[in-house]
């Protein structure tokens, strides 16, 4: 089965780009996936082909207009979940990403401006989506992220020895730290352990190792994990965002 990619954008020509080349444009080669485009603009019903207007209430910037955009969501073809790119969003997560990568495809709406007009979503099922806690200038940066991750994870893209099972996420923890040759590097030497062949005390270490660096570096995932609340120096919870 092709997974279908349809991207609702203001900018087509940004399309494939990244998504044409390595891992991503060989399966795009092969079939494994396909890529739509769809120019938002085309969909303007005025003669000077608007796509926005100003924000109601007054304020900087343009916003894209309803009837607009819902036109353009209304050609989509097939039956597939309609994701819209949105600081304002639920945080894309890796257990998402597998969900889309195991159904039909995707539709991605690409925002530009101050974004959507609020009831698009109202009006059509779509489903507002962040790629992180910072401002793009617009949705098709998020899109290619949207897009990457679910195309890796397609059958036959890894190819049968990285399955992604073992990745950063997976488990709700962040993976091991990686290594490779040479052994020793400016003076850093691949830990003992490693290189010692004994595969029950590495997969130990490699436990070990995601849990601190995890605890560490992202107590939110840590806590949901199930490990200990990570104190801050003061002694008090770290506030942990959900
Ligand atoms: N006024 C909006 C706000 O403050 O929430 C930001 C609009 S942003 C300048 C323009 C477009 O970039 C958005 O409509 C969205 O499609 C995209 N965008 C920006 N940041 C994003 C993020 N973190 N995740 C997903 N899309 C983002």
């Keep these: 089965m092709t997974f279908a990619a349809t991207v609702l954008t203001l900018y087509p020509e940004m399309f494939p780009g990244p998504l044409g080349i ?3 444009g060989r399966a795009l080669a092969e079939g494994r996936w396909s890529l739509d485009t769809v120019q938002i603009r085309d969909f303007a019903i005025d003669r000077h082909r608007s796509v926005d207007d100003t924000p109601a209430g007054g304020g900087a910037g343009m916003v894209l207009k309803p009837d607009v955009l819902a036109a353009a969501v209304d050609s989509v073809s097939g039956d597939v979940p309609v994701l819209a790119m949105t600081p304002r969003g639920k945080p894309l997560t890796q257990a998402r990403v597998r969900e889309l990568a ?38 098709e940066i998020g899109a290619f992220v949207l897009l990457d991750a679910c195309i890796r994870l397609l059958p036959g893209v890894m ?6 099972e073992d990745e950063s996420f997976e488990t709700g923890l ?3 730290p990686q290594y490779t040759r040479p052994v020793t590097w400016e003076g850093r030497t691949i830990p003992e352990v490693l290189r010692s062949g004994d595969h029950a005390k590495i997969d130990a270490w ?9 605890r ?16 801050s120096p003061s002694g008090a919870r770290q506030k942990i965002e959900e």
């Design 102 to 139: 195991a159904g039909p495809g995707v539709a991605v709406l690409c925002g530009r401006f101050e974004g959507f007009d609020e009831r698009i979503f109202e009006g059509r099922a779509i489903e507002p989506v962040s790629i992180g806690d910072y401002v793009l200038s617009g949705g």
């Design 159 to 164: 190819g049968a020895a990285s399955s992604g």
């Design 22 to 24: 390595s891992l991503a």
């Design 216 to 231: 560490l570096r992202r107590p939110d995932l840590w806590e949901r994990y199930g490990g200990d609340p990570v104190l």
């Design 206 to 214: 490699r436990k070990a190792r995601a849990e601190e660096d995890t």
């Design 174 to 176: 962040l993976e091991y």
